[in-house]
């Protein structure tokens, strides 16, 4: 079919195969996630309402920080719009089983005091928090089979 999406009409993410979600199950799911307290301000400065997301890292962010994000590149930090793109059911589990209080108290207890930017990253806590989310993501993608 043309882009991503396919011949039964899903729509699968980011070139990786994986099918995306209907709509109205990611816009549920965020709806719970958006309102949870440290979700409702940006990770990396006090901007309040974040509507994007690093699925990298399961942390929610504003406009302004996600196109920092960007400009990190995706081998870094992968980033969406939590209204406007589509998402997979393990990008949602990473931002449900990160979040951005999870992310601040892993930071935190691995020493990592910057702010934002490259370096913080880039950092062996963001490394090693990064390798961490993935490995409980895939534990609960094995769980739903």
């Known amino acids: 079919m043309s882009g991503n999406i396919q011949k039964d009409g899903s729509i699968t993410a980011a070139g990786k195969g994986q099918v995306c979600i209907p709509t109205s199950s990611k816009n549920q799911q965020f709806r719970k996630l958006k309102n949870l307290p440290a979700n409702t301000i940006c990770f990396d400065c006090p901007n309040t309402r974040p509507t994007w997301a690093s699925t990298?890292?399961?942390?929610?962010?504003?406009?302004?920080?996600?196109?920092?994000?960007?400009?990190?590149?995706?081998?870094?930090?992968?980033?969406?719009?939590?209204?406007?793109?589509?998402?997979?059911?393990?990008?949602?589990?990473?931002?449900?089983?990160?979040?951005?209080?999870?992310a601040k108290k892993f930071f935190r207890k691995h020493g990592c005091t910057a702010q934002a930017g490259e370096k913080k990253y880039t950092s062996k806590a963001a490394v090693a928090y990064r390798a961490e989310l993935t490995k409980m993501v895939e534990a609960e993608a094995a769980k739903r089979g």
Do not use: K, P
């Open 56 to 102: 990298t890292y399961g942390i929610f962010l504003c406009l302004d920080c996600s196109a920092e994000h960007r400009r990190m590149g995706v081998h870094i930090t992968f980033v969406r719009s939590v209204d406007l793109d589509e998402w997979t059911q393990r990008q949602i589990d990473a931002m449900r089983i990160g979040g951005n209080g999870n």
